[in-house]
């Protein structure tokens, strides 16, 4: 029988498995204790838990002492919104591919958790965890729960076609809990005649179990912890955030083998960054309790509000679900949260505009959540009709949502504020992960009577983040106190067709900004000053002409100044006439006719618009790569053997090595596994496709070592012992000897010009509004403004990120060399950088003879890995729209600028800047790319 490689079937889940570094460490760890105790029925639990704390007790982030049970059980301590239930999945497809076990008992510790698990553990879930385990494709494992255990599944151990089957048992707590009200036994130890005996004794007699703990720390109570003890699991894996006790006095756990705690979370990103917001200038000494309580509520409110907009505006730039986000406020006990509630939503707060949005939920006395509390939670995230919910005391495990942003805590200590059972709940990221907006990624605090407090709180050891950002609410602070709104503004083709249209009686037109006039002598054409839209079926046939030209129009023609080609206006006005109801019945005597619309709109279309071609390129497949056979250089090469003492101590402080000595040996057939091993823990390195060369390479470093040492245990001593050094040197020259097959890239160009669509601002009221060549009063709060005044941009309002953008825009509307300026909203542009990641870049400039993209970076930014790596994308999209379309349609041709900061000056000109800062397309990248002369083929590069 072929032995299994471990470390190999641990890189096949995580790649599988897409696992987080975390969870591949725990899996790790994993896969180094059953190397160390071979878990079975009979294991000597003293003798095991010796050798796992000795092993262990070098691992600085873990707390290892004694399994705590009467079988090997150890837990993994892993954050909030990490994800703990793929961590399991995992464990379960290790234990299973290795040959170690096909029955499991999953444990939930409330109804809520246990629903979860199983629609996790569902092949139809979004979420499924073995998605991607090939051992589990054709025959998914089969879960047996608490309404399907009697059918007696779990016993047969085949699915429907009769095929054997991974075992997963889903439980709640309470179906096996021996403590059952009136003395009864659970149904499960009940006897079931097709088995002669109870289900729960069938499991307890099986020689595979494997126990599964979610919220492991719901489970050291005596009655849980005897019914657990009853399974006689050969082996218990406990997943928690928080492994200690519950109750009055929590204890550690003692038996904690790994720790990913939420400081490392936030840090690494993968859950909100916690903020903590106070009033700016606010001294809370200065008010009695119950107006403090009020002032914190009106400013959660107004983060709350801020936060609604934030959310609002990603989505609909980025074409993301919009997330309906609430506020949770915490109160002390439930006469102090139904008073908060009767305020909130009375006229005192708000003038009552919260009335119906308010939802208070109380723990059980015992402070736990009930299955009912947990589940109207959980729905929040679903109806979106809720703004605020009132809490009584800390929130428990069984809710996770993902539209939580503000916690306003009343009358709580700093201590309580930074626990994970208050900020866990709302970690969770809407989107999966960061957006690099900071309202949708951050999670706020408000907390006026603590603030500087849990400032310093979070700096302790201790303390659950280190380093807490700070949110100032307040005229003067980075929020406002003016409710903000979404302002959507649409191209000025859009604008024009809306300014033309007719004022109903009693009503407005559709949008109260008036585009500023043009500039005829750059060639902006003006509408005609007669043409009005009169009546509402006309203002019907101009929507719909908009909609043709930009969904239709622009994939059959070969250039956006085709529009105003007689035949093409033409087919606009069949296509209308086609869709709508008879001409006769739309346009009354004495109403402009259809051609005039059609003829007015698709010229403002010319005149208005970039022509920014719907140009994608894509990989058709993975780039593939490998490494070359190649002699390495040895001639230095002279490690000495360790001794048995050195040897133990270098392996146990490598956190990942499962070799423990000479003793385990006998388990490595190949001395080159030492080398391949080790190999194998670099990232660019598939052991299934690079497996001949690795071994290779490393038995020409064994045959080097041979001919230097005749004694076994000597030779085994130096492979064993500097297989790290040996790796990370072999791996060095490896990537010399790297080659790059041909990817094959699909360059489209699905349209010649781009709807230039709508873009979606956050505004803070009438303050925050300027002309274009004033600056704010404060730089550092220019993101908060919506400029305005502009006569060539495509779009009548701007936001910026800079003021060097601001002084940009000022010097595209005053040269005469530009015709059309815009700031390209997101999704504009299909570009991504070499890592994968979206890239809009600042602006987008027609010329009279050219097209440019402009980046503008602070001058110290310019060299940045990640700004040239976008630049270098940029470029290439330039040249291959130029190339691709720009020949072949008669249309100017594009270039990319990456400009600094310190150049973009009042006497700054267009010309100068190209000349100085244009980026051209790399050189070599351009000798790996074929271009073809026809749209839609492959690239080679």
């Not at 000025?492 to 043009?518: A, D, F, N, R």
Request: hydrophobic share 35%; aromatic share 8%.
């Amino acid at each position: 029988m072929t032995e299994i490689n471990k470390d190999r079937v641990v890189a096949q889940i995580s790649q599988r498995l897409s696992l987080r570094n975390p969870q591949t460490e725990a899996l790790r760890r994993l896969d180094t204790i059953v190397g160390l105790i071979d878990p079975k029925k009979g294991t000597d639990v003293e003798a095991a838990r010796e050798q796992v704390r000795q092993v262990f007790s070098e691992i600085t982030d873990a707390d290892f002492a004694d399994f705590e049970r009467d079988f090997p059980s150890v837990c993994f301590s892993v954050a909030t919104g990490v994800g703990k239930t793929r961590l399991m999945g995992a464990f379960i497809s290790y234990l299973h591919m290795i040959g170690k076990s096909r029955n499991f008992f999953v444990l939930a510790p409330n109804l809520t958790i246990y629903e979860k698990l199983l629609f996790d553990f569902d092949p139809r879930s979004p979420k499924y965890v073995f998605k991607g385990i090939e051992a589990f494709a054709h025959t998914p494992p089969l879960i047996v729960n608490a309404e399907n255990y009697e059918e007696g599944r779990g016993v047969r151990g085949n699915d429907l076609f009769g095929r054997e089957s991974v075992i997963i048992n889903i439980f709640n707590i309470s179906k096996i809990n021996s403590e059952v009200r009136g003395g009864a036994a659970p149904r499960i130890k009940r006897l079931q005649e097709y088995i002669g005996d109870s289900y729960f004794s069938y499991l307890s007699e099986l020689e595979d179990l494997v126990l599964l703990m979610d919220e492991a720390h719901r489970y050291r109570g005596s009655a849980g912890f005897k019914a657990i003890a009853e399974l006689q699991p050969i082996m218990g894996l406990e997943v928690t955030a928080t492994p200690k006790t519950t109750g009055s006095k929590p204890q550690p756990f003692r038996n904690v083998v790994y720790r990913y705690d939420l400081p490392d979370a936030m840090e690494d990103g993968y859950v909100k960054e916690p903020a903590i917001g106070t009033r700016a200038n606010f001294n809370p000494k200065s008010v009695d309790a119950d107006a403090l309580e009020r002032i914190m509520l009106e400013d959660g409110v107004n983060y709350h509000e801020h936060v609604k907009v934030a959310l609002e505006t990603y989505a609909k730039n980025y074409d993301k679900p919009i997330v309906r986000p609430f506020m949770l406020v915490v109160t002390k006990d439930t006469t102090h949260a139904s008073e908060v509630k009767q305020f909130v939503e009375s006229g005192e707060f708000f003038g009552g505009r919260y009335k119906g949005r308010v939802i208070e939920i109380h723990s059980k006395t015992s402070g736990e959540e009930s299955d009912e509390n947990a589940q109207r939670l959980l729905n929040i995230e679903k109806s979106g009709d809720t703004d605020i919910v009132i809490h009584v005391n800390k929130l428990k495990e069984g809710w996770d949502v993902t539209n939580l942003f503000t916690i306003v805590p009343l009358r709580a200590s700093a201590s309580d504020i930074l626990t994970e059972q208050t900020l866990g709940r709302g970690l969770r990221l809407p989107y999966g992960k960061r957006t690099g907006v900071a309202e949708v990624d951050q999670l706020t605090v408000i907390a006026h009577d603590r603030f500087n407090e849990l400032i310093e709180l979070a700096k302790t050891e201790n303390g659950v983040t280190k380093k807490l950002k700070q949110v100032f609410i307040g005229e003067d602070g980075d929020v406002t106190a003016t409710k903000p709104e979404v302002v959507t503004t649409p191209n000025v083709v859009q604008h024009l067709v809306q300014s033309m249209m007719p004022k109903e009686e009693g009503g407005e037109k559709s949008t109260t900004y008036k585009i500023p006039e043009p500039s005829n002598s750059v060639g902006i054409a003006e509408a005609p000053a007669s043409f009005v839209l009169q009546t509402a079926q006309e203002v019907e046939v101009a929507e719909k002409t908009l909609q043709i030209v930009v969904q239709q129009t622009a994939k059959q023609v070969a250039s956006l100044a085709d529009l105003n080609k007689p035949e093409v206006q033409a087919a606009i006005v069949q296509a209308i006439q086609t869709e709508q109801r008879p001409q006769a019945e739309i346009f009354p005597v004495g109403t402009p006719k259809i051609e005039e619309i059609v003829k007015t709109i698709c010229s403002q279309f010319v005149e208005r618009i970039i022509a920014i071609p719907a140009l994608t390129i894509t990989p058709t497949q993975n780039v593939s790569f490998g490494f070359r056979s190649f002699e390495l250089d040895l001639k230095q090469w002279n490690h000495q053997p360790l001794s048995r003492e050195l040897l133990i101590q270098v392996l146990r402080t490598e956190k990942t090595q499962s070799i423990a000595g000479d003793a385990h040996d006998e388990q490595q057939e190949r001395l080159e596994n030492y080398i391949v091993a080790k190999l194998m823990d670099f990232p660019e390195i598939d052991y299934d496709s690079h497996a001949e060369v690795l071994y290779e390479l490393a038995g020409q470093v064994v045959v080097h070592y041979q001919a230097k040492y005749d004694k076994p245990e000597e030779l085994r001593s130096v492979l064993q012992g500097h297989s790290r050094q040996m790796a990370e040197a072999i791996f060095a020259d490896m990537k010399k000897n790297m080659w790059r097959g041909k990817t094959n890239y699909r360059v489209t160009v699905s349209a010649a010009f781009q709807d230039l669509r709508p873009q979606t601002f956050e505004n803070a009221g009438s303050q925050y509004s300027l002309d274009f060549r004033q600056a704010p009063p404060k730089l550092n709060e220019i993101k908060r403004y919506i400029f305005s005044g502009f006569s060539k941009s495509c779009y009548p309002l701007a936001k910026f990120d800079s003021d060097t953008e601001r002084k940009l825009s000022e010097i595209l509307e005053k040269e005469s060399g530009v015709k059309l300026w815009m700031k390209p909203g997101p999704n504009q542009f299909k570009l991504y950088d070499s890592d994968g990641s979206p890239y809009q870049p600042d602006f987008v400039v027609e010329m009279q003879d050219r097209i440019l993209i402009i980046e503008t970076k602070r001058a110290d930014e310019i060299n940045d890995a990640a700004v040239l790596r976008k630049a270098e994308t940029a470029a290439l999209w330039a040249h291959i729209a130029t190339e691709f379309h720009a020949k072949k349609t008669g249309g100017k041709p594009w270039s990319y600028l990456l400009v600094p900061h310190t150049d973009v000056v009042s006497n700054s000109t267009l010309a100068g800047l190209s000349a100085k800062y244009t980026r051209q397309a790399d050189t070599e990248l351009l000798t790996r790319y074929e271009l073809s002369n026809e749209l839609g083929v492959a690239l080679q590069a």
